[in-house]
């Protein structure tokens, strides 16, 4: 059984999904970043462009937002459509719409600088498995569910769950890659939560003034009961009395399997003291993790892949040296699968495990990587041991890693996660001057550098120095400055 903590603040919110009393995945929503992607406004058309077959919407916020003719659901009825010949022209933009015009739209693209968001009046609204098009009729599968026969399977069993819109159902479908193994009643509970957000939609655009607000995309509070809430959710608890009211209100709404495991938190203690999920954050930004039995992981994130290697570190405790690093290997599997979901590492993954000789060794090691793997609710594909001992994998990229979100770039290395030594400093000091000396003649070389490189100018590079000052033929003064790091340095022209 898992238990979900919620640490819910103005500015951010934090969830824990704790397993065993260790942290198995984090989730951090800030409320100055979240963006408007998803959300439905009814909108009101201020200015139709001809010339650029678009048309100016105002949503309520600072700026217009901006529809091109595209995007315009009703486009696909009048010549726009994929479907349609390529020689049915298409229908302008100022016969499908007009200035006053209330239109219901949905944010398709966040407003960036100067701006205005991107809109489409084509609505789809997310669910936990499934993607729901309320103008449409077709069903839909997604492209990484490859199988013909689960494609087929699916298809056949979203539309009798779906229904006809005599029957009191329709609307169209798309299948995510996660509903691959969804059973009937789980697409039927998904089917049932985005009719009724349809419906609701709808029914306050009836009642509701043009350029505002009809339906936010979920918060990470209401997606908490909609995503992460399973069968083998324990409890679910939050500890601000607000949030608690506003989830349970969503829960009965929606979801009221789910309601029933909510609990308000009321300890004096931090709800993420209980299972010390700070110093967790803390050990899933560090670049080494520490395995229990001495050894060690190493991640390296860059933009192309994330590499993890795996080192025995202090671990003798075997009889011999193979047991020492299959077991060594064995507790990486875990730890490695755990992490991926803490720091929520996407894209390309390589594994160096410990180099292994007995190939039942190596069998039992990827088949424990590929069953701790199995518990992620992000889609992973692991392949077998390469020719060089390197197990690849990718990881469905659902979102910024933890790094990324809390993190920015090291202004004293610029992100390389090294800076050249105090000698090395020295040294480019000394041929910058020469570079100058060429090129100009004051009467003075002052040079303005971190509190260590100046102390190693005056010291131990202090002959080489003086064999520049006379060798250009004029003096070189010394200052520190306590603020520059080692390698910033300036030379001042006197």
Known sequence: MEDILINWSPQETRVAVVENGAVQELHIERTLERGLVGNVYLGKVVRVLPGMQSAFIDIGLERAAFLHVADLHTAAQFGHGRNHGHDTPPTPIERLVFEGQPLTVQVIKDPIGTKGARLSSQISIAGRMLVYLPQDEHIGISQKIGSPETRESLRARMQALVGTKEQGGGGGFILRTNAEDATDDELAADIAYLRKTWHQIREKALTTPPANLLHQDLSLVERVLRDLTSERTGSIRIDS???????????????????????????????????????????????????????????????????????????????????????????????????????????????????????????????????????????????????????????????????????????????????????????????????????????????????????????EESAHLAGLSDFIGKPISLTAEPTNQTEHYDIVLL
């Open 241 to 459: 009395r607000m949030q608690y009211d506003v989830l349970r209100q969503f829960g009965e709404t929606f979801m009221p399997a789910a309601t029933t495991k909510l609990e308000h938190y009321r300890g004096e203690r931090p709800i993420f003291d209980l299972c010390n999920v700070d110093a967790e954050i803390a050990r899933a930004l560090a670049r080494k993790v520490e395995l229990k039995s001495g050894g060690s992981l190493v991640f390296d994130q860059t933009e192309a892949m994330t590499t993890i290697d795996v080192n025995t570190g202090g671990f003798v405790g075997a009889k011999n040296f193979d047991e020492t690093i299959f077991k060594t290997n064995l507790e990486a599997a875990g730890a490695i699968a755990r992490q991926l979901r803490l720091r929520n590492l996407g894209g390309i993954i390589i594994v160096d495990f410990i180099d292994m000789t007995k190939e039942e060794h190596k069998a039992a090691v990827l088949s424990e990587f590929k069953k701790q793997l199995s518990r992620d609710r992000t889609k992973v594909t692991v392949g077998g041991f390469t020719q060089l001992g390197l197990v690849e994998m990718t990881r469905k990229r659902t979102r910024e890693s933890l790094s990324r979100m809390l993190c920015e770039p090291c202004p004293t290395c610029e992100g390389r996660g090294q800076v050249k030594t105090a000698r090395s400093v020295c040294y480019d000091i000394l041929r910058e001057i020469l570079r100058e000396a060429r090129q100009f003649s004051p009467r003075e070389f002052r040079v303005v550098a971190a509190a260590n490189v100046v102390e190693m100018l005056l010291d």
